[in-house]
């Protein structure tokens, strides 16, 4: 678990606390407030707090999400209005340290009408949070100087990101097959791809669905929708696309965004060959042979035709403009964002493919 980046302020009725959490699924988490006691959840960030007064739930509360920031702003009533809470700068004494249970005196009076005895219906809750280590160690973030994000090798869309695998590693794992992406130079990243590819080709699964391809045959008859587009009449070149209302519904929800991208960060967001090594491209020929060779490594029908049709795809994809190549980009985004941890690329890659898409030539 990785403790976020994360500060306190309060009004007299309010306490206010910024939680930094980029690259997480914020409309999935978990916030416990108990008197003294905060934590919150997101995976894979966790932070818990004793704090130095007391607050509670009781529908005055709010949280917002700023995407672009990736912060999360929630305001939890204070108990008593008008108190103020001394050292919420003191970040380090907030955080509730291992293995204690809560911000509460270690010993209790539980007599009838008060403390955790008298609440009766609180079996389930103490169940749910065994779920969940909340006793875990937390450390304070510490924000990387501007030499060592500088040190750092590039990924994401443009080649533009650093920084994001040396806290999510861990949760990246499964995504990604290069390890250590921030010390791993381009070339290294390929030599990977490269040496990967030539362990998992197996000849006898190329030669198998090679010549018994019958069910290779029913798949190449398949029709996708960019098939059946006609030409638009509105714009030479484009063809008419619709959107569905979940589709349109994502679009309103990302951030308008202008992209400042030199001639080379232009050439490999537009090269972008794959996702799980985060390599970059200088040729279009080396894009196609990277994916006609992962075509013949990875999927469980591995032949060529198959290689070719796709390709054949992208190009009526391409020509048939922007708002085929959205559309295409939208249905990506949503399988990523209905998994867990690839919704991750999303944030790294696709989102803003969905943005800059719209406004290039």
């Not at 007391?54 to 949280?63: K, L, P, S, W």
Request: aromatic content about 10%.
């Amino acid at each position: 678990m990785i403790t976020p980046a994360f500060d306190l302020s309060q009004d007299p009725e309010f306490l206010i606390l910024s939680i930094r959490v980029p690259y997480t699924r914020t409309s999935e988490f978990d916030l416990h407030v108990d008197g003294e006691d905060f934590k919150f959840f997101a995976k894979p960030y966790f932070l818990r707090l004793s704090l130095p007064g007391r607050i509670v739930e009781d529908g005055r509360e709010t949280a917002k999400f700023d995407i672009d920031k990736g912060l999360v702003t929630l305001r939890v009533p204070k108990e008593t209005a008008g108190e103020h809470f001394e050292g919420l700068q003191m970040l380090t004494s907030l955080l509730a340290p291992k293995g204690s249970r809560s911000a509460r005196p270690l010993i209790e009076d539980l007599s009838a009408g008060s403390g955790e005895a008298a609440r009766g219906g609180d079996d389930d809750e103490d169940e749910d949070e065994e779920d969940f280590d909340w006793q875990v160690e937390q450390e304070v973030y510490k924000e990387s100087s501007e030499e060592e994000l500088g040190a750092l090798q590039k990924y994401g869309f443009g080649n533009q990101r650093c920084g994001v695998f040396a806290r999510l590693q861990e949760e990246l794992s499964d995504v990604t097959d290069v390890k250590n992406p921030e010390g791993t130079t381009a070339a290294e990243r390929r030599r990977g791809r490269l040496d990967a590819e030539a362990a998992a080709f197996s000849p006898d699964h190329y030669l198998a669905d090679l010549f018994e391809d019958d069910e290779i045959k029913g798949l190449l008859k398949f029709r996708p929708w960019w098939e059946k587009l006609s030409p638009s009449t509105e714009r030479e070149g484009e063809a008419a696309v619709s959107f569905t209302d979940d589709e349109k519904d994502q679009l309103r929800k990302f951030s308008n965004r202008s992209y400042l991208l030199d001639k080379t960060c232009r050439q490999q967001a537009k090269l972008s060959g794959t996702l799980c090594w985060l390599e970059t491209f200088s040729s279009l020929q080396d894009v196609l042979v990277s994916f006609g060779r992962r075509v013949l490594c990875y999927p469980l029908h591995r032949h060529f035709a198959m290689a070719s049709a796709a390709v054949r795809d992208t190009t009526k994809i391409l020509q048939s403009g922007r708002a085929c190549v959205l559309r295409c980009l939208l249905d990506i985004h949503r399988v990523f964002r209905e998994n867990d941890p690839a919704y991750i690329l999303n944030d790294l890659y696709i989102t803003d493919y969905c943005v800059w898409i719209q406004r290039v030539k």
